[in-house]
T-cell receptor
Framework: AQTVTQSQPEMSVQEAETVTLSCTYD???????LFWYKQPPSRQMILVIR??????QNATENRFSVNFQKAAKSFSLKISDSQLGDAAMYFC?????????????FGKGTHLIIQP | DGGITQSPKYLFRKEGQNVTLSCEQN?????MYWYRQDPGQGLRLIYY???????QKGDIAEGYSVSREKKESFPLTVTSAQKNPTAFYLC????????????FGPGTRLTVL
């Protein structure tokens, strides 16, 4: 079974600075999808960014970017110019490729604190 | 507005009782999912459904049951066989194939008294 590990239970960053959240995963598959979801205090899960394993180019969404290292099975999230609204739990998630729907395998999350 | 609704927001249950959590979506998504979230834990998959009248067990299906009679609805029943049901339950939906974004509802907090 696939596993996802987030080794940083909590991270703190000053507003306007850059922070990187770590994620590693274990799989024997060569094709899969990786996601970062954000869960603010409202507990509403929101997709931050998505990466397809067969694409070598790192995904970017505005201030959010990933560093995808397939050989190392690493998928870190970089948040640039941190804002107070970025404060949340961040979850890394994995999904096998293949036909049909399937659930996501989540890490335990990193609690991100933004210091004003 | 398209989205996913879950009801109720808070639910209290006595030990030994079954309880049903509602999940409705108007996104016209084929696939729907139920996840459980415990403090300090990530989300864990309970059940998912690719299409009406079809559903599959996830990693922690014991003590839970689901139905998918309509595309829009995917209710979850927490039975008395679930030994530790107190948790936060999240419903999600997506287009039918893998790799697509899963859209989440606001969740239901279930507490067993």
């Amino acid at each position: 079974a696939q596993t996802v590990t987030q080794s940083q239970p909590e991270m703190s960053v000053q507003e306007a600075e850059t922070v990187t959240l770590s994620c590693t995963y274990d799989t024997s598959e060569s094709d899969y999808y990786l996601f970062w979801y954000k869960q603010p205090p409202s507990r509403q899960m929101i997709l931050v960014i998505r990466q397809e394993a067969y694409k070598q180019q790192n995904a970017t969404e505005n201030r959010f970017s990933v560093n995808f290292q397939k050989a190392a099975k690493s998928f870190s999230l970089k948040i640039s110019d941190s804002q107070l609204g970025d404060a949340a739990m961040y979850f890394c998630a994995y999904q096998d490729s293949g036909g049909g729907a399937d659930g996501l395998t989540f890490g335990k999350g990193t609690h991100l604190i933004i210091q004003p | 507005d398209g989205g996913i609704t879950q009801s109720p927001k808070y639910l209290f249950r006595k030990e030994g009782q079954n309880v049903t959590l509602s999940c409705e979506q108007n996104l016209n998504h084929d696939a729907m999912y139920w996840y459980r979230q415990d403090p300090g834990q990530g989300l864990r998959l309970i059940y998912y459904s690719q299409i009406v009248n079809d559903f599959q067990k996830g990693d922690i299906a014991e003590g839970y049951s689901v139905s998918r009679e309509k595309k829009e609805s995917f209710p979850l029943t927490v039975t008395s066989a679930q030994k530790n049901p107190t948790a936060f339950y999240l419903c999600a939906s997506s287009m039918g194939t893998r790799g697509n974004e899963q859209f989440f509802g606001p969740g239901t907090r279930l507490t067993v008294l």
